[in-house]
Each structure stands twice: as structure tokens, then as C-alpha cells.
């Protein structure tokens, strides 16, 4: 378990969260999200960056919780924070590197850029809809709305009428 406490506080450098802002005082939405990280701590990062994407304390941390569509009519766009951080500080980086590390250099000598941002207009797409769950415990209405509060704790849910219709 130590090993694993030690992976859990390593990932949380990296896939950072802070409760000082937009979670401060909300012990139990961090408590859990070091449990995320603990629970995944010798898993795949894939499956570390599924449940982490899904988790309340990083849609609320990175902006794309009600995160919703485009709307031409009013100029909306998607959040495109999260889409940033995911592609330059969770998986491959501002720049191309070759095996040794070192950049990929265009024809004119520059570094490679890895990304573009067409490339984060179109995956900030994907950050719509999220939605906290109901509380835990809670019925739904008979009208199909809840009395709940909120839910830290079990994976957001993907609201439809938010969701981006648009290839992402």
C-alpha cells in the first residue's frame, strides 16, 4: 500500500487538481479524487484519464462541468480548457519529439508543434455535456426531476441537450 500511496501522490503532480478556488472546502470531492487515484494507481493510464475525466472535482477544477454546445445564434463556443490540458499536459505534449527526446524539427529548422487549435476547437467538443449525478439515496420525481443534491462521488453523466452534435 505504500508503493501505491506513493503512485497516487506522483499521478496527483501530474493530473493536478487544486481546493483552493472552485473546490475549496469540498473535502469529500477531493478525498475521493485521491481515491481515484490510489484505485488506478497500477492500472492503465487510459482507463486513470476515463475515471478522472468523469470525476466532479476535475470538470469543476478545469471549467467543463455544464460545459455546453455551440450556439451560433449567441456566439458560444465549448470550453476548450480542458481539450488544452489534456494534449499538452496529460498525453503528448506542445511539441513532437523523436526517440531520443529531442524535437522534430520542420524544414525551416523550427520545432514541430504536436497540436494545432483546430485541434482543440474540435476536442473541446467532446467536454460537452457533463452533468453531476444525483445524490445518492434520492428518487426522481414523478416529472423525472430530482430533489437531490449534489454527487461527488459517483461519475458525472453525459446530458444530451448539452452534448455537441458535431464530429469530434
Do not use: C
Amino acid at each position: 500500500d505504500q508503493l501505491r500511496q506513493r503512485m497516487a501522490f506522483a499521478l496527483s503532480q501530474i493530473i493536478v487538481v487544486s481546493d483552493s478556488g472552485a473546490l475549496q472546502g469540498e473535502e469529500v470531492a477531493m478525498a475521493h479524487y485521491m481515491d481515484i487515484l490510489g484505485e488506478n494507481a497500477f492500472g492503465n493510464y487510459r482507463d486513470l484519464l476515463e475515471e478522472v475525466t468523469y470525476s466532479y472535482p476535475m470538470a469543476r477544477f478545469l471549467t467543463y462541468l455544464g460545459n455546453a454546445k455551440a450556439n451560433a445564434n449567441t456566439g458560444r463556443m465549448p470550453d476548450e480548457n480542458y481539450a488544452r490540458e489534456i494534449m499538452q499536459l496529460f498525453t503528448i505534449g506542445l511539441w513532437k519529439l523523436n526517440r531520443d527526446g529531442t524535437f522534430m524539427l520542420d524544414a525551416a529548422g523550427r520545432p514541430m508543434m504536436t497540436y494545432t487549435n483546430d485541434d482543440i476547437v474540435t476536442l473541446s467538443r467532446v467536454w460537452t455535456g457533463f452533468s453531476l449525478q444525483d445524490r445518492r439515496g434520492n428518487v426522481e420525481n414523478y416529472d423525472g426531476t430530482s430533489n437531490g443534491g449534489r454527487n461527488y462521488i459517483d461519475p458525472m453523466r453525459l446530458m444530451p441537450q448539452w452534448r455537441d452534435p458535431f464530429p469530434k
